[in-house]
């Protein structure tokens, strides 16, 4: 539990100091860190369709960002 309101704390800090459009891509990324670490930490084998989806949403990611004015 002390963990969890410390990782809280810690994310709505850095909303505070963050754009609204950095917040956003970061949160979209947040859930591809978390297979990535689980694969590289834990030793967890990713399905095809979860690499797949990984780069999908990475590279729309990517799009976003460097997508000047939006």
Do not use: N
Request: charged fraction near 5%; avoid cysteine.
């Amino acid at each position: 539990m002390v963990t969890t309101a410390v990782a809280y704390a810690l994310f709505y800090a850095g909303l505070r100091t963050t754009t609204g459009s950095a917040a956003a891509l970061s949160t979209l990324a947040e859930p591809l860190t978390a297979v990535l670490l689980a694969g590289w930490l834990v030793g967890e084998t990713l399905p095809v369709a979860v690499a797949v989806g990984g780069a999908l949403l990475l590279g729309a990611v990517t799009v976003v960002h460097l997508i000047p004015g939006k």
